[in-house]
């Protein structure tokens, strides 16, 4: 059969056909899908000369209905479907599709098989580009093949088979086609170019897109946005289409932030939209048809304002998602430029940096136009700042104070005195945590020192829970590390001074408790001396059995351990400051003389001062006293039941004095 076409050579060279190969290719798997088709590939079979002799795709759609291809083919610029590519062709394409190809070839052949009352059928449509006035189509013959539709185009001029590689057409077809697949990815819809499939997200980022399912007056609604990896050229808008996936209207959405690389799309699908054309959002008015006063359009304007709502918010839902997978390299930025102000250390340091962290995260996610194309100077200013408000009574103002400079939404509003209130009250468990914890090693301390003085000893229980606590000896200790390398000579020291170097020396007991002197930890840290000069800090910490008591013997062999340490040139220079602690359960008057000898010095415990080098003679009860003494401030507000924490103490050993008792104990805080 022969179908003439209500067209010439002429009228379709001169109608705006696309002379682009690629986007030819594009408007006929348009075709495909718009024919259901759930799987579509493009394929280029090569001639001898490395060009091409034929592309060919196919799809398993529905396939071209016999009895319309008067309606399909027999009428130019008159089509039934419409296109559904972000360029947003929302009208009819006007049955251009089918002659794309005869910018680059001589014939078109669509081979299809469709589904009919008696069974399937198949049948042929062929187009020449030297006649496009008429089109010849076969006697359609019954079989058994599934639905869909094969096109071959042939008579390639211009196009080599690098052309129609996948490299060449995937950035093309991405462009057309990321969206809708991902809006039918439950479907499993493919499309697949020589065999390798597209993978829409290489251009869009599914981390951060949001799909959304409502009810809004029992009518169902499909909201989703589409997050680009990359800018779009198009407006944000959002598109409206109907069940069949037509789009029926768009309208731009309110996003309008330039400091935010955040493109997007929104697709809203619903049968409300069926036959609505022409509607559009703006804030609270909504149009239809361009008009706003007509009664009749009174409840959908209900439905749109609704929607208008729900699509703002899956908007913010993206962004913040968007944002947080970008706050952090943000933060690091900052860092980087040193623009957070400087913590200290210890506990408290490290928990008010955590504060601002989390809190500039929050408002960087809201807003981060704040920080937008500030200097060095301004970043670190504005940081300080909140840190200062952060660590105030004025905490609660933060968020005036930013709603002051941008308008925020109620949304963000409740979002951000959230944050502000969570980072709080962290901080506050926190640091009840943080104390009881550190009540509960001067508990159990006090239980091995006090009470299990017969059946405990230095090595096994004292020294590990100390060398896990280095604050017992003073805050800025909490956080230092072994320094390895000063632990080592320092034992070998001992070994060659007080150590068994020939097998057959042995002491007595009461010589072993005297002269083993074990050190179980060196630590340093850096800081400065009154001069402003850089000092490393050195803590070297002797502990000895509960029952040793800390004598001018004990103390002798403290000060000949210092004057090895003075005399290796690994250690000792002017940048070095030494500070060698002592413990034991009591002190005799020996060394209570030593205290009287240095009062003047003003350093609670201080025996021995020698250039750079201090020897420091303490009972636990000291220790434990200094404790209260630096923790008083807290302790009054928090209200720790110290009684409570010895009491659960107490009963984890059931009150029991015995080796395995104390060693319980230690297990308690070492882990």
């Known amino acids: 059969m022969i179908l003439k076409l209500s067209v010439n050579n002429q009228s379709v060279e001169s109608s705006g056909i696309t ?142 088979e690098e052309d129609v590689s996948f490299a060449q057409l995937e950035d093309t077809m991405l462009k ?60 944000f808008s959002v598109y409206f289409l109907d069940q069949e996936g037509v789009v029926r209207s768009k309208d731009t959405t309110t996003f309008n932030r330039n400091t935010v690389n955040f493109n997007h799309s929104v697709f809203v699908t619903s049968p409300f939209f069926l036959g609505r054309d022409g509607i559009t959002l703006k804030g609270k008015r909504v149009e ?86 500030l200097k060095p100077i301004q970043e670190k200013s504005l940081l300080g700042f909140l840190n200062l408000l952060l660590s105030s009574e004025e905490r609660e103002n933060v968020l005036s104070i930013i709603d002051e400079i941008v308008q925020l939404s109620p949304k963000q509003r409740e979002d951000f005195a959230s944050v502000l209130k969570r980072t709080h009250l962290e901080n506050i468990i926190a640091t009840i945590k943080f104390i009881e914890d550190r009540y509960r090693v001067i508990e159990v301390l006090k239980a091995i020192v006090f009470d299990y003085a017969g059946c405990a000893n230095e090595r096994d229980h004292i020294q590990k829970i100390v060398e896990q606590h280095y604050w017992l000896f003073g805050e800025q200790y909490h956080l230092v590390t072994a320094d390895k390398r000063m632990q080592k000579a320092l034992e070998e020291y001992l070994y060659l001074l007080y150590g068994d170097k020939t097998p057959d020396a042995v002491l007595t007991p009461d010589e072993e408790e005297l002269r083993r002197m074990d050190i179980f930890a060196c630590g340093a840290r850096n800081t400065e001396d009154p001069s402003g000069n850089a000092v490393q800090e050195n803590l070297v910490v002797e502990l000895k059995a509960p029952k040793v008591m800390l004598t001018k013997t004990v103390l002798r062999q403290i000060e000949d351990y210092m004057d090895y340490v003075r005399k290796q040139p690994s250690f000792n220079s002017q940048y070095r400051k030494w500070k060698f602690v002592a413990v034991c359960t009591s002190v005799d008057d020996d060394v209570k003389a030593r205290y009287e000898s240095q009062k003047a010095k003003g350093k609670k415990g201080l025996v021995t001062d020698i250039d750079n080098y201090e020897i420091y003679a303490l009972t636990w009860d000291d220790v434990f006293q200094s404790f209260n003494l630096r923790h008083a401030f807290l302790l009054d507000k928090l209200k720790t039941d110290k009684d409570a924490i010895a009491s659960e103490i107490e009963s984890s050993v059931n009150g029991e004095k015995s080796r395995e008792a104390a060693d319980g104990l230690t297990a308690l805080v070492t882990g």
Not at 288 to 316: A, F, H, N, P, R
Not at 317 to 333: C, E, N, Y
């Open 288 to 373: 239809i048809d361009g008009q706003t006063e007509l009664k009749e359009y009174d409840e959908d304007k209900k439905v749109l304002k609704e929607l208008s709502k729900e699509i703002q918010e899956v908007i913010e839902a993206g962004l913040h998602k968007h944002m947080a997978a970008q706050v952090d390299k943000a933060i690091a930025r900052m860092e980087a430029r040193e623009s957070f102000p400087v913590f200290a250390d210890d506990f408290y340091g490290q928990m008010r940096k955590k504060d601002l962290v989390q809190v500039t995260k929050e408002i960087y996610r809201i807003q981060p136009k704040i920080f937008h194309q």
């Open 19 to 160: 002379k682009d190969y690629k986007d030819a290719l594009c408007e006929y798997v348009w075709n495909s899908f718009e024919a259901n088709a759930t799987t579509v590939t493009v394929n280029c079979v090569p001639n001898s000369l490395s060009g091409s002799a034929e592309i060919i795709i196919a799809d398993n759609g529905d396939g071209i209905p016999y009895d319309s291809l008067s309606r399909t083919f027999g009428a130019f610029l008159d089509s039934q479907k419409n296109s559904r590519s972000l360029q947003i062709k929302t009208k009819a394409n006007k049955g251009k599709g089918r002659f794309s190809c005869f910018s680059f070839a001589a014939l078109a052949e669509w081979e299809t098989i469709v589904e009919t009352a008696t069974g399937n059928v198949i049948y042929t449509i062929s187009l020449e580009n030297a006649d496009k006035n008429q089109c010849n189509v076969s006697d359609p013959v019954p079989t058994d093949l599934t639905t869909g539709t094969k096109l071959t185009i042939s008579g390639i001029d211009g196009i080599c």
């Open 176 to 235: 057309t086609f990321a969206w809708y697949l991902y809006l039918n990815k439950d479907k499993n819809i493919r499309l697949a170019i020589n065999g390798i499939d597209l993978d829409y997200q290489k251009y869009i980022n599914t981390d951060a897109s949001v799909d959304k399912e409502i009810l809004i007056s029992k009518i169902p609604f499909k909201v989703a946005l589409i997050v680009w990896n990359e800018k779009i050229k198009e407006n």
